[in-house]
């Protein structure tokens, strides 16, 4: 920590976004539940690459809050080492919601190549996979990092394969982090049926990086579903995207 600073100032800068030295109002960094979810969720593996803005966990936790008012499950398409699970399931309670559970999805070994088209690879969607690898197989940690949230249920293999694992009758949210087009329309087309009236689909991908560069290929998918079901996909400057299902 640096001499003399402000612990909590400290704490904020480990979070910052482009955002936050904008002129957009940020208080919801003030309140101690939104901070300690962060800190619950930033721990060894995560300190140790990229940033974690505090808009992009702001936004994650909205959508958490609302499913937690809608009736369904929740499901994440990418889960890597569980950092935006972890928030959320710290951010919600989430092991006091008996009635909810929360299906983890990934491979735990990075993406599958097959399932890149070649023009997605050639404008960057590839580009955290050297991370994956490196990280190797991080399905053990992740089941031990929830073992304490029993409703929480981690499913090891490929997207759209496993969907058929999550036996969720009705779903709230379907939150998409996979880095890769095809693996998350496909997660679209299976859940749109289950999403409940008020759910929603978030896509951490749809505008991220490079200006939307890298993962182009997956806003164009998300935009193609939204067109299918007839609705608009909510752009934020975080990157981040909603479709919300009326
Ligand atoms: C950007 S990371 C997810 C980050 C995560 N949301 C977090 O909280 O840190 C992308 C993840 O998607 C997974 N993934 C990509 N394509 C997949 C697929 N078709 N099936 C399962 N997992 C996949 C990768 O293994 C990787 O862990």
């Given at each position: 920590m640096l001499k003399g600073a402000n612990p909590a100032d400290v704490t904020r800068a480990r979070y910052v976004s482009p955002l936050v030295e904008s002129e957009t109002n940020h208080d919801f960094e003030a309140a101690p539940r939104f901070m300690d979810a962060m800190d619950f969720a930033i721990g060894g593996l995560e300190a140790e690459f990229g940033t974690h803005p505090s808009w992009n966990f702001h936004v994650l936790l909205w959508v958490a809050s609302q499913a937690m008012r809608l009736p369904g499950d929740i499901v994440q398409c990418g889960v890597l080492g569980g950092t935006d699970a972890a928030a959320i399931v710290r951010y919600t309670n989430f092991a006091?919601?008996?009635?909810?559970?929360?299906?983890?999805?990934?491979?735990?070994?990075?993406?599958?190549?097959?399932?890149?088209?070649?023009?997605?690879?050639?404008?960057?969607?590839?580009?955290?996979?050297?991370?994956?690898?490196?990280?190797?197989?991080?399905?053990?940690?992740?089941?031990?990092?929830?073992?304490?949230?029993?409703?929480?249920?981690?499913?090891?293999?490929?997207?759209?394969?496993?969907?058929?694992?999550?036996?969720?009758?009705?779903?709230?949210?379907?939150?998409?982090?996979?880095?890769?087009?095809a693996p998350e329309a496909a997660a679209c087309e299976y859940f749109w049926d289950k999403l409940v009236p008020g759910g929603i689909i978030f896509s951490d991908d749809y505008g991220h990086s490079r200006g939307g560069g890298y993962f182009y290929k997956s806003k164009v998918a998300f935009d193609n579903f939204a067109a299918k079901v007839g609705l608009e996909v909510l752009s934020l400057p975080t990157g981040q995207a909603l479709l919300v299902k009326v």
């Open positions: 006091a919601r008996t009635d909810k559970t929360f299906y983890l999805l990934d491979t735990f070994t990075g993406v599958p190549e097959e399932l890149w088209t070649p023009h997605e690879i050639a404008i960057g969607a590839a580009s955290a996979q050297w991370l994956y690898k490196q990280l190797g197989d991080l399905y053990a940690s992740v089941v031990e990092r929830f073992r304490s949230y029993p409703n929480v249920r981690v499913i090891q293999g490929k997207v759209p394969d496993t969907l058929a694992q999550v036996d969720a009758a009705q779903i709230s949210v379907l939150f998409l982090d996979m880095n890769c087009a």
